[in-house]
T-cell receptor
Framework: AQKVTQAQTEISVVEKEDVTLDCVYE???????LFWYKQPPSGELVFLIR??????QNEISGRYSWNFQKSTSSFNFTITASQVVDSAVYFC????????????FGPGTSLSVIP | GAVVSQHPSWVICKSGTSVKIECRSL??????MFWYRQFPKQSLMLMAT?????????EQGVEKDKFLINHASLTLSTLTVTSAHPEDSSFYIC???????????????FGNGTRLTVT
């Protein structure tokens, strides 16, 4: 069965600090997709990244970066120089190749960036 | 622009009444849609997979007679919460999955959600 674990329930950082959100996943499929979504207090889901299981290259997008390591089944997300607007709940999610748009979400990490 | 339109964004209803939530795919046909539910401070849990022209597939523990799903057209799926009770108060969000023709690393599209409060 597929599963996503985000061990950090809540994180607080001071503005401009770097912060890493952890994500560990479980799947028996060799083809799968990993996602990160941001959910601000307004509730909508904001897409951040999608990565397939065959692409282990790390990704950087502005202040955001992702570290995908199949050996440890992890897909961690780092925010550099955090800002107050980064305060939100962040979800790591997984979908498997046989039903690639059926997404299983992790429990989420609530990030608070304090000015 | 928005790929998925979900309506209403919020609704308050009295216990015992039914509420219908609509999820529309804009500018493309969605043969499959997904419905999620999110209780306060919790994650999104998949409720059911809505299939155009056939019965929905419900996840374990979701009452199909209470949460009626209709996917009568390729652009519209509806979720009806029947005989709503306060414990059904939640955030409901739909997804159309990947838009045909988009590259593999494109986002899966979600509606903006419906916040249901049952009094």
């Amino acid at each position: 069965a597929q599963k996503v674990t985000q061990a950090q329930t809540e994180i607080s950082v001071v503005e401009k600090e770097d912060v890493t959100l952890d994500c560990v996943y479980e799947t028996r499929d060799t083809t799968y997709y990993l996602f990160w979504y941001k959910q601000p207090p307004s509730g909508e889901l904001v897409f951040l990244i999608r990565r397939n299981s065959f692409d282990e290259q790390n990704e950087i997008s502005g202040r955001y970066s992702w570290n995908f390591q199949k050996s440890t089944s992890s897909f961690n997300f780092t925010i550099t120089a955090s800002q107050v607007v980064d305060s939100a709940v962040y979800f790591c999610a997984l979908s498997e190749g046989t039903s690639y748009d059926k997404v299983i979400f992790g429990p989420g990490t609530s990030l608070s960036v304090i000015p | 622009g928005a790929v998925v339109s979900q309506h209403p964004s919020w609704v308050i209803c009295k216990s015992g009444t039914s509420v219908k939530i609509e999820c529309r795919s804009l500018d493309f046909q969605a043969t499959t849609m997904f419905w999620y539910r999110q209780f306060p401070k919790q994650s999104l849990m998949l409720m059911a997979t809505s299939n155009e022209g056939s019965k929905a597939t419900y996840e374990q523990g979701v009452e199909k007679d209470k949460f009626l799903i209709n996917h009568a057209s390729l652009t519209l799926s509806t979720l009806t919460v029947t005989s709503a009770h306060p414990e059904d108060s939640s955030f409901y969000i739909c997804s159309t999955g990947q838009v045909p023709g988009e590259v593999y690393n494109s986002p899966l599209h979600f509606g903006n959600g419906t916040r249901l409060t049952v009094t």
